[in-house]
């Protein structure tokens, strides 16, 4: 299978020279094409600061990193902004939507700053409302949806612009049980259906269990991964169970 993303001896410091943090500390990891994976750690393992250096929020210290082909930690400027809107698209813990616009505006915003044509923005609307079945919403505003609702609508935003690979930092983090295995439900036909490359960061083993493959973290550093392979999620999830017991830290406070 085709790789999509490869990180490479990548390291990410903090602070000055008489009180210097390294948060990651030479990880090197790839996601193929169509894959879903998901990143989990203690707290403070440095998992959000590898995300956000993926998603281009954050740069890396040494190392680099390669999206499709291209080496993400070498554009500036403008070329960067472009390479966000065509390439990424993100899934937020706090949804991120604009409340003075309906569920359709929010979703159709990504392709209203490309200047696609209204038609094409009206097609690829009703479908991404489909695909996270949204159909009956589109006219309200955030305020008037559920938390459920409004992360299935940020999911659509993600989606819409078709990238490469979507980016998701703790999407069930602020939903209850019911929407969060309806989320994820959503998010693995889009996986399976689309063929659209995820890499989720989380700290659920219930969320986690959703991915292909989990991918762990320990102060900075690549500890281990998991495969899900064919037993299924059940069997996938008491595997994540056991490895976040080895891992420890604050990840006794979830089990």
Do not use: C
Not at 151 to 168: E, N
């Amino acid at each position: 299978m085709a790789e999509m993303l490869r990180v490479e001896d990548v390291e990410k410091y903090y602070g000055n020279k008489s009180n210097l943090t390294k948060a990651i500390d030479k990880i090197s990891l790839s996601v193929d094409k169509g894959e879903f994976a998901a990143i989990m750690g203690p707290s403070g393992s440095g998992k959000t600061t590898l995300l956000n250096m993926i998603a281009t929020i954050d740069k890396v210290t040494a190392g680099h990193i390669y999206l499709s082909g291209t080496d993400i930690t070498k554009i500036r400027g403008e070329a960067m902004n472009r390479f966000r809107r065509e390439m990424l698209g993100f899934i937020f813990q706090d949804f991120n939507l604009l409340d003075t616009l309906t569920v359709y505006e929010n979703i159709a915003l990504a392709l209203q700053i490309q200047k696609v044509k209204p038609e094409e923005i009206d097609r690829r609307v009703v479908e991404a409302a489909h695909l996270m079945n949204l159909e009956q919403i589109l006219n309200k505003y955030p305020y008037q949806i559920s938390g459920g609702e409004k992360q299935r609508t940020a999911s659509a935003r993600a989606v819409i612009t078709r990238p490469k690979l979507i980016l998701a930092d703790e999407p069930t983090g602020a939903l209850d049980s019911k929407n969060a295995k309806n989320l994820m439900e959503h998010l693995l036909e889009l996986n399976k259906k689309r063929e659209a490359t995820i890499l989720m960061v989380t700290h659920d083993a219930f969320t986690a269990s959703y991915a292909d493959r989990v991918i762990f973290i320990k102060d900075g550093r690549l500890y281990s991964e998991i495969r899900k392979g064919e037993k299924g999620r059940k069997a996938f999830f008491d595997k994540i169970i056991d490895m976040m017991s080895l891992l420890g830290g604050d990840f006794n406070d979830v089990i």
